[in-house]
T-cell receptor
Framework: SAVISQKPSRDICQRGTSLTIQCQVD?????MFWYRQQPGQSLTLIAT?????????ESGFVIDKFPISRPNLTFSTLTVSNMSPEDSSIYLC?????????????FGNGTRLTVT | GQNIDQPTEMTATEGAIVQINCTYQ??????LFWYQQHAGEAPTFLSY????GLEEKGRFSSFLSRSKGYSYLLLKELQMKDSASYLC????????????FGAGTQVVVTP
């Protein structure tokens, strides 16, 4: 397994501002992902954070709204830009330790974001 | 398209057995995972099935039928600490890491 440290753990932000969430892993990993979990709903993949290249975004998510950095194999950030109350959610960083079939995702503890 | 369904909530008594069903639809199916998520915490990995049949891990077992697009998680000898949300998720052949999650089944264990 891996230790995945995510911060901040929670924040309350005003509409129109931006928040950057950090994810630090205690070992080098190839695959890092950012998920969103809205209240009572499933985890939805926002994007795959690629080291050395732009992130790959899922349908419905765009780089201008959710810019992602991946400067090395142990660290990534997700920024939620120009926030609105609809962005209130839990944001989760996850990693896959092995790039093979059956390798599970391991999650950080999440960032609980409330936008007022 | 892709779809995954599981019941919203189940209630069971301490010491009993509960079975959480999960049905899915996808092309290029390449495995199904079960996760446990306690309130306010991150999901933690429980089990993985890629072939038909039952996988047993202590009090927890997971079953898969690929032809029926069906899986279940069986929790035996329920304990109060098993009260949590249980998420099923599948992956497809085009990406190991792109998990499609269900909405989760909230299991409530009562004394």
């Amino acid at each position: 397994s891996a230790v995945i440290s995510q911060k901040p753990s929670r924040d309350i932000c005003q509409r129109g501002t931006s928040l950057t969430i950090q994810c630090q892993v205690d070992s080098q990993v190839t695959m890092m992902f950012w998920y969103r979990q809205q209240p009572g709903q499933s985890l939805t993949l926002i994007a795959t954070a690629n080291q050395g290249s732009e992130a790959t975004y899922e349908s419905g998510f765009v780089i201008d709204k959710f810019p992602i950095s991946r400067p090395n194999l142990t660290f990534s950030t997700l920024t939620v830009s120009n926030m609105s109350p609809e962005d209130s959610s839990i944001y989760l960083c996850s990693v896959q330790l092995e790039g093979r079939r059956g390798s599970p995702l391991h999650f950080g503890n999440g960032t609980r974001l409330t936008v007022t | 398209g892709q779809n995954i369904d599981q019941p919203t909530e189940m209630t069971a008594t301490e010491g009993a057995i509960v079975q959480i069903n999960c049905t899915y639809q996808t092309s290029g199916f390449n495995g199904l995972f079960w996760y446990q998520q306690h309130a306010g915490e991150a999901p933690t990995f429980l089990s993985y099935n890629v072939l038909d049949g039952l996988e047993e891990k202590g009090r927890f077992s997971s079953f898969l039928s690929r032809s029926k697009g069906y899986s279940y998680l069986l929790l035996k000898e329920l304990q109060m600490k098993d009260s949590a949300s249980y998420l099923c998720a599948f992956v497809t052949t085009d990406s190991w890491g792109k998990f499609q999650f269900g909405a989760g089944t909230q299991v409530v264990v009562t004394p």
